[in-house]
Each structure stands twice: as C-alpha cells, then as structure tokens.
C-alpha cells in the first residue's frame, strides 16, 4: 500500500478513473454489437471490429494521460524528491486491436454454437469475449505507463505491487499476496481478459494494502492455489 493516505486515495482514484472509461467503452461495444447477425458474420462482424477498435484506440490518449497525472501526483503524496519523465508507450496499432477483438468474438461465438447453445446465446457470448479483450486492451496502456515509468524511477528501484478489484479471482489475489516485490525489468504485468488490476509505485516503506494482506493470510493458511481458489471462491458468495 501507499506509504501515505493521499498516495492510497491517488491510488483508488485512478482505478475508479479507469475503470469508468472501461465501462464507458463495453457500453459502447454493447451497442455496435447489436449490429453483428451471427448468420451474416462475414458482412456484420468486420464493421462492428472496426469501429469498436478505433474507440479504443481513440480513448488511449486519455488512459496513458491520465496514467502519467496519476504517477506524478502519487510520487509527490509518497514524499520522493525530484522530479522524472513519466514514461508514455506508443499506441498499439489498430490492426493489432481489430485482430483480438474478432479473435475473441469470433471465438465465443463459434465455440457456443459449438456447444449447441442457441444464436441468440453465440452472439451474447461473443460480446462477453470481446468485452474481456476490449478491457485488457485498455487497461494495456495504463499499465504500461506504470511500469515504464517504475522501471526508470530511482527512487522505486523498480518494485511496485498489485492493486486488485473489490472482488478478484484466485489468480489475481494470489499475485497481489506478494506484495511490493515486482520488478518493473524482470517481471510482465500478469492479467487475465477482463482483469481490472494496476499496478503501483513501491518506494522504500510501501506494505500491502488491507486487502492484499489478507490474501497473504489466507495464502499461508491454504498452502495451495487449488485450496486458496477455494477460499476465495468461497468469500465471494
């Protein structure tokens, strides 16, 4: 956790800030997907990709942006002297954004026809995979701000840790049980389509918050990721 109360409301405010936008854009997916028949794909699919993709990628200035506002006034809450260039990664290109998201909602579509579900189901679960990849793509650029900018942070020497949702997966909470040991050089950002994790600044002082100790807690009780799954699974009911 931030070592200061106004580094950890940086930290929850930015992630609110984020995931905003990302329900700003599958609300905006959700519409243009109405427009895919999954008996026409070959002429309905192409321009649902398309413009949803260059949503994405025209909200992208905004979340790196935001991201760099983000770790600046967090580094200055944290107490670091000096001042640093917040690290800002090049877009991703729009072919590469329109290849996951007919990846992914092509294959939720073709996997549940597959399964025998009804087209009306195939379509509703092709929206749910290319929702999970418009959000990993969003979240891609917050988080490399993040991490370029730790790695070339003296004063992070660059650790940072896991921030997760209210509700996490296993997977997730297990990472975030480690606390402030990544290194921005050595370690890539886990994620799953649909994770809504960040990463944050590790300075000299920095513990895990609340949430993250108790899933260091409940690591040292279960032992395994099978049973830590378990028990996670079974808080959220």
Not at 153 to 176: E, H, K, V
């Amino acid at each position: 956790m931030a070592r200061t109360p106004e580094g950890a409301a940086l930290t929850q405010a930015h992630r609110d800030g984020q995931l905003a936008l990302r329900a700003q854009i599958l609300l905006e997916l959700a519409r243009l997907w109405r427009g895919v028949d999954v008996e026409r794909l070959a002429e309905t699919l192409g321009p649902a990709i398309q413009a949803a993709a260059a949503l994405i990628l025209s909200q992208t200035d905004s979340t790196t942006n935001t991201a760099a506002e983000y770790y600046l006034a967090f580094r200055a809450a944290e107490g670091i002297a000096g001042t640093i260039d917040p690290r800002i990664p090049p877009p991703p290109a729009s072919a590469a954004v329109e290849a996951a998201l007919r990846s992914a909602g092509l294959s939720g579509i073709v996997n549940a026809r597959r399964r025998g579900e009804s087209l009306q189901a195939a379509l509703a679960n092709g929206l749910v995979k290319a929702s999970g990849a418009a959000a990993s793509l969003m979240f891609a650029g917050a988080r490399g701000v993040i991490l370029d900018t730790v790695a070339s942070d003296p004063a992070a020497a660059g650790l940072w840790q896991r921030i997760t949702s209210d509700r996490p997966c296993a997977f997730c909470a297990m990472l975030a049980s480690r606390g402030p040991v990544y290194n921005a050089r050595t370690v890539h950002f886990e994620s799953h389509p649909s994770c809504a994790c960040l990463p944050e600044a590790a300075y000299p002082g920095s513990v895990m918050p609340p949430a993250s100790e108790a899933f260091a807690d409940l690591w040292d009780q279960t032992g395994d990721l099978n049973s830590f799954r378990a028990a996670i699974e079974g808080r959220a009911k």
